[in-house]
C-alpha cells in the first residue's frame, strides 16, 4: 500500500487541513458529522460526502482524500463486506468506521481487519471524533515510516526489536495526556532448544513462525506485535479493557491448541506469557513496563518448570 501524504501531527491540532470523505446515505448524520469536523477548534478540515460505496470508490480513486469516515450500511453494500471493498480501494488511506451498530464484536473484527477506529453514531462527540481522527493520522503516518525502514523481522513478518520498540513508544508518547488502558504483552517459546536439537533447525523457524502467526491472529491489526529476538516475542495492545484481555488470552490458548491438535508438526508448540496492564501518564516508561511482563514471563515458565519435573518423577 501507498503510504498516506499526512503530514506529521502536533499533539493537540492537526497542522494542515485533513481532506475528509465521508460515505454516508444518511443526510442527518452525515451534517453532523461534518460539522464536527469542520466546526472543531483543535482541527481543520475539509469535508467531502458519498452517499453510496460506488461513489465513494469513484472518489477513493481520484485520489487527494486523507482520510475515509465510513458507514457499513450503504444502499449498495452492507456490513464488513463494505469496509473490505473500501480499504482495497484506499491505497494507503486510513479508514474510521462509523455505524449506528454498537456490536462490540462488529467493532472488533472492523479493528481486527486494519479499521483505525470504530465510533458509534450515538455515542460521537465533537471531541471523540476529533481526536479519532488525529490518532488514526498519526497512528497512519508512523506504520508508514516504519514499512520503509528496516523494523521487520524477516522470519516472521512481524516487527523486529527495533520497530517494536520505536512504535510502542509513539503510542505511548502519543496516549499520555489522555491516561488510556494498554496491555504488554511479553511471549516466549517454550522448548526452542529442543526443537532444534531433535529435529533440526528448519523445524524450529517453524515453530517460531507458528508462535508468531498465533499471536498476529490473536491480536488487532492495530496492535503492535513483534519479534524481540530469538524465542522472545511482545505486543503491546491498544486501549484494552479488561475483558477484551481476557478475549486475547483467550484467542493465543485457542490459536495453540488449533495449532497442536492439527498432528501437522511433530512437536508441540507452547507459549510462556507475561501481561502488564497499565494506564498511560507522563509517568509511564515503556521499559519498566516490559521489565514487569518479563518477571511475569519467567515466573510462569519456572512454573512450567517445575510441573514438568513433576510429572516426570
Not at 475528509?20 to 475539509?46: K, T, W, Y
Request: with cysteine.
Amino acid at each position: 500500500m501507498t503510504p498516506t501524504t499526512a503530514a506529521p501531527l502536533a499533539p493537540e491540532a492537526v497542522a494542515a487541513p485533513v481532506r475528509v470523505l465521508l460515505i454516508e446515505d444518511n443526510d442527518l448524520d452525515a451534517f453532523l458529522l461534518g460539522e464536527m469536523l469542520r466546526q472543531h477548534p483543535g482541527m481543520e478540515a475539509s469535508v467531502e460526502r458519498a452517499g453510496d460505496l460506488a461513489d465513494g470508490l469513484d472518489r477513493l480513486h481520484r485520489g487527494g482524500i486523507d482520510l475515509v469516515l465510513l458507514d457499513l450500511s450503504l444502499p449498495d453494500s452492507r456490513d464488513l463486506e463494505t469496509y473490505r471493498t473500501v480499504e482495497s480501494a484506499a491505497l494507503g488511506v486510513p479508514v474510521i468506521v462509523c455505524s449506528a451498530s454498537d456490536d462490540a464484536a462488529l467493532g472488533i473484527e472492523a479493528v481486527r481487519m486494519g479499521a483505525q477506529d470504530y465510533l458509534v453514531k450515538g455515542q460521537i462527540t465533537p471531541d471523540t471524533l476529533a481526536r479519532s481522527v488525529r490518532y488514526s493520522l498519526e497512528r497512519h503516518r508512523m506504520l508508514a515510516a516504519l514499512r520503509g525502514l528496516s523494523l521487520v523481522d524477516e522470519l516472521t513478518g512481524l516487527y523486529n526489536r527495533r520497530g517494536f520498540v520505536t512504535l510502542a513508544q509513539g503510542h505511548v508518547s502519543q496516549a499520555s495526556r489522555a491516561h488510556r488502558r494498554f496491555v504488554l504483552v511479553m511471549a516466549d517459546l517454550d522448548g526452542l532448544k529442543p526443537i532444534n536439537d531433535t529435529f533440526g533447525h528448519k523445524a524450529g523457524d517453524a515453530a517460531i513462525r507458528i508462535a508468531a502467526e498465533v499471536l498476529r491472529n490473536s491480536f488487532r491489526s492495530s496492535d503492535v506485535v513483534a519479534r524481540m529476538g530469538g524465542d522472545e516475542f511482545a505486543v503491546l495492545a491498544l486501549e484494552t479493557s479488561e475483558s477484551g484481555e481476557s478475549v486475547m488470552m483467550y484467542r493465543i490458548t485457542e490459536g495453540l491448541a488449533a495449532v497442536n491438535a492439527s498432528e501437522e508438526f511433530p512437536f508441540a508448540v507452547s507459549l510462556s506469557i507475561g501481561s502488564v496492564p497499565f494506564t498511560v501518564d507522563a509517568d509511564v516508561r515503556l521499559e519498566e513496563i516490559m521489565e514487569r511482563a518479563d518477571m511475569l514471563l519467567y515466573e510462569e515458565k519456572r512454573r512450567k518448570g517445575s510441573l514438568r519435573l513433576s510429572l516426570i518423577e
